[in-house]
C-alpha cells in the first residue's frame, strides 16, 4: 500500500464554513437591530397620536380663538376705550396680536402636510426647525397677551360693568348651539 502524505490544508478549504459564519454574523447583526423595536413602537405611536391630536386642535381651537378674539374681544376692548391715547395704545396692540395670529397660522400651514403624514405613520420630513419656531411664537404670543393686553383689556371692559356684560352675552351667542327651523 502506498501511503502518501495528506495533502497540506490550505485556507480556501476552509471557506464553506468561513460561508455560514459570516451568515451567521449578519443575521444576528439583524436580529440584535429587530430587537430595538420594541422599544421604537411606544415613540412612534406617540408621535403619531400627538400629530393627529394637534391637528385636530389647532383647526378645532386655535383658529377659532384667533377668530373670538378677534371679532369679539379686541372689537368690544376697541369699542369701550378712550378715545385718544388710551385707544391709540388698545389698537397698536389689536394690530400686533392680529399680525401675530396670521404669522402662526401660516406658520401652520407649512408644518401641516407633514405633520398629517406623521398622524398616518408616514415618512415624513417633518420641520424640527418649524415646529419649534411655531410653539416659540405661540408661547411669546399667548405672553404678551395675558401679560399686556388681558390686563388693559379688564381694565377698559370693567369700568362699565355693561360692557363686560356685553361681552359675555356675545361670547354665549357664539357658543350657543344653533337651530334652523323647520319650513
Given amino acids: 500500500m502506498n501511503k502518501t502524505p495528506p495533502a497540506p490544508m490550505d485556507e480556501s478549504a476552509d471557506a464553506p464554513l468561513e460561508n455560514f459564519s459570516n451568515c451567521h454574523i449578519g ?3 439583524h436580529l440584535k437591530t429587530f430587537g430595538e423595536l420594541p422599544a421604537l413602537l411606544a415613540p412612534a405611536a406617540r408621535a403619531r397620536k400627538i400629530a393627529e391630536e394637534t ?8 383658529y377659532e380663538h384667533h377668530a373670538e378674539e378677534e371679532q369679539t374681544l379686541f372689537t368690544a376692548v376697541i369699542a369701550s376705550a378712550v378715545r385718544g391715547e388710551e385707544r391709540d395704545r388698545v389698537q397698536v396692540m389689536v394690530d400686533q396680536l392680529t399680525a401675530e395670529h396670521r ?5 401652520w400651514t407649512k408644518l401641516e402636510p407633514e405633520l398629517k ?14 415646529v ?10 399667548a405672553a404678551y397677551e395675558e401679560g399686556q393686553f388681558l390686563p388693559l383689556a379688564h381694565t377698559i371692559l370693567t369700568r362699565n360693568g355693561r360692557h363686560m356684560e356685553a361681552l359675555g352675552l356675545s361670547l354665549h351667542i357664539r357658543h350657543a348651539p344653533q337651530f334652523t327651523a323647520h319650513i
Fill in 103 to 107: 404669522a402662526i397660522e401660516a406658520a
Fill in 27 to 29: 443575521i444576528v447583526t
Fill in 132 to 141: 419649534e419656531h411655531l410653539v416659540r411664537t405661540y408661547l411669546a404670543h
Fill in 117 to 130: 403624514k406623521v398622524a398616518k405613520g408616514h415618512d415624513s420630513e417633518l420641520n424640527v426647525a418649524g
Fill in 55 to 62: 391637528l385636530g386642535f389647532f383647526r378645532d381651537a386655535v
